[in-house]
């Protein structure tokens, strides 16, 4: 299994700029989630969703749209990038049910000029 | 969500015992206690969970207080690769996020 793989590794946008980060997991996992990491910070998440879909709000979801049409793939979309968006995105998944572990992407570092 | 505390970082020196510690006073009966660290310049990576009773497994061991306001992740013999921003989380069961806080940051010293 590859895992969790995000797609692209770094993006650097411009502002009103909008683009899509692929997220994909072969794990036949139901569980999905987007996280965002500011430098020096925890993880915060953006969006999650429970199956194919079905997506939720997390703590920061403004600016981020999210779909989920297959239980593979969760994309997020941001449609007017801002500098305030420059960050790191972690995908992450689980199995259906509640879960011991997430299981985490590499990453995709976006920065906003 | 629960808080916890965690040191912003500690040193260690290779080969020697690592104690990080996390608070979590306010933790209730269904939250589960977990630890995950993340490596430099990769995402987060599961390394183990307890309720009450200390649990181990081949990453770590995890030492969960009587009154469970408080635990210790234990890594037994650290290595250069340990080296890693480690994060206390408190998951309730009915919960599907994990709440990151800042976390300690461990650097290990040859």
């Known amino acids: 299994n590859a895992g969790v793989t995000q797609t692209p590794k770094f993006r650097i946008l411009k502002i009103g700029q909008s683009m899509t980060l692929q997220c994909t997991q072969d794990?036949?996992?139901?569980?999905m989630y987007w996280y965002r990491q500011d430098p020096g910070m925890g993880l915060k998440l953006i969006y999650y969703?429970?199956?194919?879909?079905?997506?939720d709000k997390g703590e920061v979801p403004n600016g981020y749209n999210v779909s989920r049409s297959t239980t593979e793939d969760f994309p997020l979309r941001l449609e007017l990038a801002a500098p305030s968006q420059t960050s790191v995105y972690f995908c992450?998944?689980?199995?259906?049910?509640?879960?011991?572990?997430?299981?985490f992407g590499p990453g995709t570092r976006l920065t906003v000029l | 969500d629960a808080k916890t505390t965690q040191p912003n970082s500690m040193e260690s020196n290779e080969e020697e015992p690592v104690h990080l510690p996390c608070n979590h006073s306010?933790?209730?009966?269904?939250?589960?206690i977990h630890w995950y660290r993340q490596l430099p310049s990769q995402g987060p990576e599961y390394v183990i969970h307890?309720?009450?009773s200390n649990v181990n497994n081949r990453m770590a061991s995890l030492a969960i207080a009587e009154d469970r306001k408080s635990s210790t992740l234990i890594l037994h013999r650290a290595t250069l690769r340990d080296a890693a921003v480690y994060y206390c989380?408190?998951?309730?069961?009915?919960?599907?996020?994990?709440?990151f806080g800042q976390g300690t940051r461990l650097t290990i010293n040859p």
């Open positions: 992450a998944s689980h199995p259906r049910g509640w879960s011991n572990e997430q299981f």
């Open positions: 794990m036949n996992h139901n569980y």
């Open positions: 969703s429970v199956g194919a879909g079905i997506t």
């Open positions: 306010t933790i209730s009966g269904t939250d589960y």
């Open positions: 307890g309720l009450t």
């Open positions: 989380i408190l998951r309730d069961q009915g919960a599907q996020k994990l709440v």
